[in-house]
């Protein structure tokens, strides 16, 4: 069984340009969440995609944006970088639709902004 | 609104000792609640879950943690800490939006 993946490891990006991380999902699983750790906090919920459609979204403008894939890989977007969006991006994928809530998570990927 | 509150940044106990991280939640509905752990620069692991049933609940790597409905508590216990539970954990209560706690940074002392 494949876990989640992420791509790259580590981004370095200069404010107001534009990123995009990448995600794989483990396998068996229909629905990816993304979620941004700022350094010393808990993540945060940006969205979760399921069935190639936005199923949820947090606090977070839409210069952040995501796409699923029909297997169920994803992307996340964000435009016009300013310096908080410097963290950790986690992507995490369950099986929605299955009663079990569970999200398992990839290494996620640091993004640093300057 | 659904929220977690984690009243422990930093915790120390020596190796062998017993520890309880503490969690407590606010949730509109029966929770979903959650234990995650990370080592630095990595991703979440998940311990355990709790959806319904048994208020107990067991996880990986010898870990417990105890569903209190009348104080919204959702405490994660284990008898004795090896050196290589130093970690960050954290708390989380959700469904598909989980709402995470701000973590406690687990120390171990030899």
């Known amino acids: 069984e494949t876990g989640v993946t992420q791509s790259p490891t580590h981004l370095i990006k200069t404010r107001g340009q534009q990123v995009t991380l990448r995600c794989s999902s483990q396998?068996?699983?229909?629905?990816v969440s993304w979620y941004q750790q700022a350094l010393g906090q808990g993540p945060q919920f940006i969205f979760q995609?399921?069935?190639?459609?936005?199923?949820g979204r947090g606090n977070f403008p839409p210069r952040f944006s995501g796409l699923q894939f029909p297997n169920y890989s994803s992307e996340l977007n964000v435009n016009a970088l300013e310096l908080d969006d410097s963290a950790l991006y986690l992507c995490?994928?369950?099986?929605?639709?299955?009663?079990?809530?569970?999200?398992?998570f990839g290494p996620g990927t640091r993004l640093t902004v300057t | 609104a659904q929220s977690v509150t984690q009243p422990d940044i930093h915790i120390t106990v020596s190796e062998g000792a017993s520890l309880e991280l503490r969690c407590n939640y606010s949730?509109?509905?029966?929770?979903?609640l959650f234990w995650y752990v990370q080592s630095p620069g990595q991703g979440l692991q998940l311990l355990l879950k709790?959806?319904?049933?048994?208020?107990l609940v067991q996880g990986i790597k010898g870990f417990e943690a105890e569903f209190k409905r009348s104080q919204s508590s959702f405490n994660l216990r284990k008898p004795s800490v090896h050196w290589s539970d130093a970690a960050e954990y954290f708390c989380?209560?959700?469904?598909?939006?989980?709402?995470f706690g701000a973590g406690t940074r687990l120390t171990v002392k030899p």
């Open positions: 995490a994928s369950s099986l929605l639709a299955s009663g079990k809530y569970e999200q398992y």
């Open positions: 709790y959806f319904s049933g048994d208020t």
């Open positions: 995609y399921y069935r190639e459609e936005e199923n």
């Open positions: 949730y509109g509905a029966t929770p979903y």
């Open positions: 989380a209560v959700g469904q598909q939006d989980m709402r």
């Open positions: 396998s068996g699983h229909n629905t």
